[in-house]
Structure formats: structure tokens, C-alpha cells
């Protein structure tokens, strides 16, 4: 109790104020530029935090992890352009919003369950941090296979009426994945001779593309503005949006709940914690077929998720030295350049500096929630802009951005490429998100099959001998099922009912 | 326009590119070693699977109203398409050619050159607008990337193969 007093006290000085408040401001900036994000903030910050004290280092840091979300919610709604990886889902329902003018709504939505979802993750953090060694080890590659593949195949059967095409284009992702050294054997696959391939497909460039670049040609192409003809051009409904997510608790409850079970498994990140999150919610809804078309829900599940994701990542990131993320990696390096090794001994030693950091963190999330529905009415007005005027600053921006990413020429023309697969996927009816969850999941899902195949000699049962294993195949069993489940009982009814009226005309007759 | 099983002919592309990469894709990992190919091979021969099926799913024929609905849970309409009338081929052209005269200038001029040419011509000549409002746009976000980039994030912009 004495080291959280502290920690929230150590954060009480001007100038850890000031740079808390910096990087919220860094985070949001960066958060609304597609294609920058939090990571690439944070690299381009690194050895400027050397000359700082610890807990103002940790404060930058904070404010840009806890802030970069929020950043990524505005240009998501607005403008269907997630600044981040995560945010892609929150395109879903927040664009359709903001095409019907209630990008005040999807807002304010965003930011409620951002801020909640934030709170809720960092109150979990503090009461799992003593099982989280337990809950960590409970994961070897078996389960971290099977939590990818229920990853893959919760989006492809959250593409409602697409099912068929979201699995082609899971395949053709998870193809794209393997571009590259691969990570079990080192071999080269798929590059060509091409050097910039032997990491493989770049996933920032691609984002940037496939729906940035995408978007915007679509519009271009269309004309007229981001927001359709006779939507309400005044940007209202943003108190009954912040409302929504207390509305929707159990909702909000369960996308913190899953963006902080994803957040301590170290290396799935926020992207699958916000499919995962978006996935369930549609499939537990009674009326699916309204998400992705403006459903509020839709909205609070993703982004409680994604910034719930924040507060347990840092438990495998502080506990064990295990980074949950690129992001993680990265502030792990600014603890090392403070002398601290993450790890358990730095649970004993740096505790106040580590609730300061919690407290840093709980901060960042609500004041970048306060300053995004502050800064929501002016940005909002984008919608309004005519697109030929939009279009090209963004397709702009983008292609910068991609560029500036690792200052690679090649970055520009992956960004081209995906930007023409995008907009041939948006025009022939293929949808998108499948394709980026299993470019991100695909190195993940292969490198732990082999090292699973490895462990059990090529033994496919041993799936079936662990605990949490059988967990995960039975939730990837229901969600391949669930979808088809409901119309099969429909159809059975009406075949009942259809049934009934035969019997009946047979004894009227 | 001609059309194939009651569709035009072009609906079939995506699917049929995608086919014949799938191919190619299942045929170079086959030259892996066998940990290597493992993945690959799964994946390419699940493509070649899927992918038939959905040049049979596009046609408008009993099979492929059966594998429509099959596939896709019957309760899952499809999200409705835009209602908005299809633009002719021209300008979905016109669209795409302005992004790769971006590339093609990032590459040769270099960055900061190429988004204020970038910028104008398209706002001139996509939007239709006056050559004083393009140049205006031009020349502020070309601006705004150099402040933005080069002096805030102290990014070296590439500078293209001309001026390199």
C-alpha cells in the first residue's frame, strides 16, 4: 500500500507532469497518423529518455502507450483509416456511424469504453500480478497454436455472409506470412532474391495500403464527402455515446476481460485482443447481423479491449521479462537504459517505480479520452471535407508515413501494392480484415506447430492431453458452429411450422 | 459485356489471379526442405481448394447458389452493396494511375518533391478544382510533411534517384 501511495506520489512533480502530458500528447498525434504508431514513438523517443530521471522516462512512456488508441479511434471513425493495427476493427461499426453523421456518438463511445477498458485492465494488472507467473506457464506452443488459429477463425466467421471469401483471404494472409526467413528452419521462402522480403511482408506499409491507400481511391472514385449526402452535419449525441458504454456494461466488462487475459499472453497484442473481443460480441449478440453497420456494441467491445491490453501486458514485460509486444520490447529497453532488468527480482526492488508507472499509465488513458472528445468536434468535420480535397493529403500522408516507418524506399511500393489489393478486394466484395489478422498471426501459429510437432515427435494428440488445449479446440470448434448453428434451428422451425400447416390443410381437407 | 454461367466475365478475375498465384505459390514450396514446407503446403493447398469453389460460388448457376449458401450461414445476408451507381471503368483508372504517378515521382524526384506535384495535379485534374485552391493544397501539405517529418521527427526523406 505504502509503495502505490508513493508511486502515485512520485508522478506529482512538475516536470513528471509535463512529460506524462507529452506523451499523451506524442501518443495522440502518432495515433492519428495511419501507419506511426505507438512503437515507432517510442523507438524515435528512446535515447531521449536517457538523460531523464526514471519515473519521468516511464511517464513519456505511459503517455504515448496509454494515448495512441485514442489517437487511432478519431481517424478510424472518421475517416475508416485505423491510425493503428487494433483500431482496423473499430472501422467496423464506427465508419458506418460516421456515415450516418454520428461520428459524435461512435466518439464518444470510443472514448468512455477507452478510458473504462483502460481502468478495468490496469485493476486487473494489480490483482493478477501475483498469478501471473501461474497463468503464464499455463501457455506453451500448443496453446499459443490453437489461440492463433481460434484468432483466425473467429474473423473469418465474424465476416457475416462472407464466410467463404474471409477464409480465402485468411488463406492468402497466412500465405503472405510466410514470406521470409522462416523462424523454424532460417530458410529463405518466397522473397525472390529480394532482400527487404527477408522479414517478411512489412505489416505497417501493408495496413497503410490496404486500407488508408484503399479507402481513399474509393472515395476518389465515388466523389462527394467521407460523410453520405443528408447525414447531420452537427456533430451531437457525443454525451449519449459516453453513456452507451456504462449502458452496454456487460459488454465493456467482457472486452476488458479478454483484452486483459490477450495482454498477458505475451506476443498476440492488441489486434487479436480487439477481434477477439469484436468476434465474441457478435457472436453472443441477438442481432448480429447489425454489427458492421453502426452497432455501438461493436464499438465498446474493441476499444475496452484494446486499451484493457495495456495494464496485463506489462505483466509479462515486468514479471518475467518477456516483452507482450513490440511496443513491450521497446520499454523494456528504456527500463534497461535505468538500470532495471525486468524480471522477478525488479517485482521486489522497484516497486514504487513500478506503481508509478500504473499510475502513469491509468492516467494517460483517461486524459487522452478527455482530450480526444475535446478535440472530436473539429476533427469530426473531416467527414464533411470534400474527398477530392482529402484524398490526396491522406494518400499523401500515408506513403510518408510508410516511408518513414524504417526509411525504405520499398515500404512506398508494398503500400502501392496493397493499396490496389484493397481496393480490388473492396470492389469484388472480399473482405480485408482476415487478410491482416493472418499476416499477423501466421509466423505465431507456424512457429509454435513446429515447436508443438517438436515436443510430441509429430504427435497430433497431444493437443488433446492439456488442459487449456482442449479449452481453446472446443472454443475453435463452437465458433466454426455457432454461425451455422442458429440458421439450422431456424430452418428447422420453419420446416416444423411449414410441417403444421400441411398436417392442418390435411384435416381441414 | 461478355459474361461466363450468367456473370460477366470480370467478376471472375480476382478469384482466377488469385488461382493461378496459389499455383505458383504451392509449386515453389515444394522446392523447401520438408520443416520448411510444412505450412506453406497447407495453406497453398487449402487456397487450391477454396479457390475453385469460389469461381463456381461466383457463377449463377445451381451449384453455385449451393455453395453460396453452404458455405455462408444462411442467416448472413451478405452486407448490402452500395446502392450508388457504378462508375464507369475510366475513372476507377484515372483513380489508381494518380497513386502510382505518386510512386513514380517519390522514386525519381525524391518525397518533398513529389506530394506538392502529387497533390496539385490531383486536386486539378481528379477534383476538378481551380489551379490556385491545388496549388494552395499543394503547397501546404507538402509543408506540412516537411516540418511534420524532417524537422520534427528528424526523418532524412528519400530524395529520389534524380537527386540522390
Given at each position: 500500500m505504502a509503495d502505490w501511495v508513493a508511486g502515485f506520489q512520485s508522478l506529482l512533480g512538475f516536470e513528471e507532469i509535463?512529460?506524462?502530458?507529452?506523451?499523451?500528447?506524442?501518443?495522440?498525434?502518432?495515433?492519428?497518423?495511419?501507419?506511426?504508431?505507438?512503437?515507432?514513438?517510442?523507438?524515435?523517443?528512446t535515447p531521449f529518455t536517457f538523460s531523464l530521471e526514471p519515473v519521468q522516462a516511464f511517464a513519456l512512456a505511459a503517455g504515448i502507450m496509454g494515448s495512441t488508441s485514442m489517437g487511432g479511434v478519431v481517424t478510424a471513425i472518421l475517416l475508416n483509416t485505423p491510425g493503428q493495427t487494433a483500431n482496423a476493427v473499430t472501422c467496423l461499426d464506427g465508419f458506418p456511424?460516421?456515415?450516418?453523421?454520428?461520428?459524435?456518438?461512435?466518439?464518444?463511445?470510443?472514448?468512455?469504453?477507452n478510458a473504462l477498458g483502460g481502468m478495468i485492465g490496469i485493476i486487473s494488472l494489480l490483482a493478477i500480478m501475483p498469478l501471473a507467473g501461474q497463468l503464464v506457464m499455463a501457455f506453451g506452443p500448443p496453446e499459443f497454436f490453437l489461440l492463433a488459429?481460434?484468432?483466425?477463425?473467429?474473423?473469418?466467421?465474424?465476416?457475416?455472409?462472407?464466410?467463404?471469401?474471409?477464409?480465402?483471404?485468411?488463406?492468402?494472409?497466412?500465405?503472405?506470412?510466410?514470406?521470409?526467413?522462416?523462424?523454424?528452419?532460417?530458410?529463405?521462402?518466397?522473397?525472390?532474391?529480394?532482400?527487404?522480403?527477408?522479414?517478411?511482408?512489412?505489416?505497417?506499409?501493408?495496413?497503410?495500403?490496404?486500407?488508408?491507400?484503399?479507402e481513399m481511391v474509393q472515395l476518389t472514385v465515388k466523389g462527394g464527402s467521407v460523410a453520405k449526402a443528408g447525414a447531420p452535419a452537427a456533430i451531437t449525441g457525443m454525451f449519449d455515446g459516453l453513456m452507451a458504454s456504462i449502458r452496454n456494461w456487460g459488454?465493456?466488462?467482457?472486452?476488458?476481460?479478454?483484452?486483459?487475459?490477450?495482454?498477458?499472453?505475451?506476443?498476440?497484442?492488441?489486434?487479436?485482443a480487439s477481434f477477439l473481443s469484436y468476434g465474441i460480441t457478435v457472436q453472443s449478440a441477438k442481432d448480429p447481423e447489425t454489427f458492421g453497420k453502426g452497432n455501438i456494441k461493436g464499438i465498446i467491445a474493441t476499444e475496452a479491449a484494446i486499451?484493457?491490453?495495456?495494464?496485463?501486458?506489462?505483466?509479462?514485460?515486468?514479471?518475467?521479462?518477456?516483452?507482450?509486444?513490440?511496443?513491450?520490447?521497446?520499454?523494456?529497453?528504456?527500463?534497461?537504459?535505468?538500470?532495471?532488468?525486468?524480471?522477478?527480482?525488479?517485482?521486489?526492488?522497484?516497486?514504487?517505480?513500478i506503481y508509478g508507472l500504473i499510475w502513469a499509465l491509468t492516467a494517460a488513458c483517461v486524459i487522452s479520452a478527455a482530450v480526444g472528445i475535446f478535440l472530436a468536434r473539429?476533427?469530426?468535420?473531416?467527414?464533411?471535407?470534400?474527398?477530392?480535397?482529402?484524398?490526396?493529403?491522406?494518400?499523401?500522408?500515408?506513403?510518408?508515413?510508410?516511408?518513414?516507418?524504417?526509411?525504405?524506399?520499398?515500404?512506398?511500393?508494398?503500400?502501392?501494392?496493397?493499396?490496389?489489393?484493397?481496393?480490388?478486394?473492396?470492389?469484388?466484395?472480399?473482405?480485408?480484415?482476415?487478410?491482416?489478422?493472418?499476416?499477423?498471426?501466421?509466423?505465431?501459429?507456424?512457429?509454435?506447430?513446429?515447436?508443438?510437432?517438436?515436443?510430441?515427435?509429430?504427435?497430433?494428440?497431444?493437443?488433446?492431453?492439456?488442459?487449456?488445449?482442449?479449452?481453446?479446440?472446443?472454443?475453435?470448434?463452437?465458433?466454426?458452429?455457432?454461425?451455422n448453428l442458429k440458421p439450422l434451428r431456424r430452418a428447422a422451425a420453419m420446416r416444423r411450422a411449414a410441417g403444421g400447416e400441411r398436417f392442418k390443410r390435411k384435416i381441414g381437407g | 459485356m461478355k459474361s461466363l454461367w450468367g456473370v460477366p466475365f470480370y467478376r471472375y478475375?480476382?478469384?482466377?489471379?488469385?488461382?493461378?498465384?496459389?499455383?505458383?505459390?504451392?509449386?515453389?514450396?515444394?522446392?523447401?526442405?520438408?520443416?520448411?514446407?510444412?505450412?506453406?503446403?497447407?495453406?497453398?493447398?487449402?487456397?487450391?481448394?477454396?479457390?475453385?469453389?469460389?469461381?463456381?460460388?461466383?457463377?449463377?448457376?445451381?451449384?453455385?447458389d449451393k455453395i453460396r449458401v453452404w458455405f455462408n450461414p444462411a442467416d448472413a445476408t451478405p452486407d448490402e452493396k452500395d446502392e450508388e451507381e457504378e462508375r464507369p471503368l475510366k475513372r476507377h483508372v484515372q483513380a489508381l494511375l494518380f497513386v502510382f504517378l505518386l510512386i513514380a515521382l517519390m522514386y525519381l524526384c525524391g518525397i518533398l518533391a513529389a506530394i506538392p506535384i502529387y497533390v496539385a495535379s490531383s486536386v486539378r485534374f481528379l477534383g476538378g478544382r481551380s489551379w490556385p485552391i491545388a496549388l494552395i493544397m499543394a503547397v501546404s501539405v507538402g509543408l506540412s510533411c516537411y516540418v511534420l517529418f524532417t524537422v520534427a521527427l528528424q526523418t532524412d526523406l528519400y530524395p529520389g534517384i534524380l537527386f540522390n
Open positions: 509535463l512529460y506524462l502530458s507529452l506523451g499523451i500528447a506524442i501518443g495522440l498525434f502518432v495515433g492519428v497518423l495511419p501507419g506511426i504508431g505507438g512503437t515507432t514513438a517510442l523507438v524515435l523517443l456511424l460516421a456515415q450516418q453523421g454520428k461520428a459524435g456518438y461512435a466518439i464518444g463511445a470510443a472514448a468512455s469504453s488459429v481460434l484468432g483466425l477463425v473467429l474473423v473469418a466467421t465474424t465476416a457475416r455472409g462472407r464466410m467463404f471469401r474471409a477464409l480465402i483471404t485468411t488463406a492468402f494472409g497466412l500465405a503472405l506470412a510466410t514470406v521470409g526467413f522462416s523462424d523454424v528452419t532460417g530458410q529463405e521462402r518466397f522473397t525472390f532474391g529480394n532482400e527487404y522480403l527477408w522479414d517478411g511482408v512489412h505489416l505497417a506499409p501493408a495496413l497503410i495500403g490496404l486500407f488508408a491507400v484503399a459488454t465493456l466488462l467482457r472486452g476488458s476481460v479478454i483484452g486483459t487475459v490477450v495482454g498477458i499472453i505475451p506476443g498476440i497484442g492488441g489486434t487479436v486499451n484493457a491490453k495495456d495494464g496485463s501486458m506489462l505483466i509479462p514485460t515486468l514479471a518475467f521479462g518477456i516483452p507482450g509486444s513490440a511496443e513491450m520490447a521497446v520499454f523494456m529497453t528504456i527500463l534497461v537504459l535505468h538500470g532495471m532488468q525486468p524480471g522477478p527480482l525488479m517485482m521486489m526492488q522497484n516497486q514504487v517505480e473539429p476533427l469530426a468535420k473531416l467527414t464533411r471535407i470534400d474527398v477530392q480535397l482529402l484524398a490526396p493529403v491522406i494518400i499523401a500522408v500515408g506513403f510518408v508515413g510508410s516511408y518513414a516507418i524504417d526509411l525504405s524506399i520499398e515500404n512506398v511500393l508494398i503500400t502501392a501494392i496493397f493499396g490496389v489489393i484493397g481496393y480490388v478486394m473492396i470492389k469484388f466484395d472480399y473482405p480485408r480484415l482476415p487478410l491482416v489478422i493472418a499476416i499477423v498471426l501466421g509466423g505465431i501459429a507456424e512457429r509454435n506447430f513446429h515447436q508443438s510437432m517438436m515436443m510430441s515427435d509429430g504427435d497430433l494428440s497431444m493437443f488433446l492431453g492439456r488442459a487449456v488445449s482442449v479449452v481453446l479446440l472446443v472454443s475453435i470448434a463452437l465458433s466454426l458452429l455457432a454461425p | 478475375l480476382p478469384a482466377a489471379i488469385l488461382l493461378v498465384a496459389a499455383i505458383v505459390y504451392f509449386v515453389t514450396s515444394l522446392g523447401y526442405n520438408p520443416d520448411a514446407r510444412l505450412f506453406p503446403l497447407l495453406i497453398g493447398a487449402t487456397l487450391l481448394a477454396l479457390l475453385p469453389l469460389d469461381l463456381v460460388a461466383i457463377s449463377r448457376t445451381s451449384i453455385g
